[in-house]
């Protein structure tokens, strides 16, 4: 069955830096548009990052363009996010999605926690 597995969430200080990995099975990810998102408390869910099925293009939300950077290993069917200099609004869930035409898939989320 499909899944996909966010990891690498945590508690990091203003400044630092976390590296998120989300593990796909169960489909061809390599022929799947990969995407980032967060929900804040009371907040709506958001798109961080986007990266195309070969990995050439990518595209950044506002609010963290020049901090986070998303990229992909289709021989291992994972993405990640790095996220640097990182900041207290950058706290929130963050979910991984894979999109292709009419099919969407999610993962569960990891928690990222930006405080000192």
């Known amino acids: 069955q499909v899944q996909l597995v966010e990891s690498g969430g945590g508690l990091v200080q203003p400044g630092g830096s976390l590296r998120l990995s989300c593990a796909a099975s169960?489909?061809?990810?390599?022929?799947?548009?990969m995407i980032w998102y967060r929900q804040a408390p009371g907040k709506e869910r958001e798109l961080v990052a986007s990266?195309?099925?070969?990995?050439?293009?990518?595209n950044y939300a506002d609010s963290v363009k020049g901090r986070f950077t998303i990229s992909r290993d289709n021989t291992k069917n994972t993405v990640y996010l790095q996220m640097n200099s990182l900041k207290p609004e950058d706290t929130a869930v963050y979910y991984c999605?894979?999109?292709?035409?009419?099919?969407?898939?999610w993962g569960q989320g990891t928690q990222v926690t930006v405080s000192s």
């Open positions: 169960g489909f061809t990810f390599s022929s799947y548009v």
């Open positions: 999605k894979a999109r292709r035409a009419f099919e969407n898939y």
């Open positions: 990266i195309i099925d070969t990995g050439s293009i990518t």
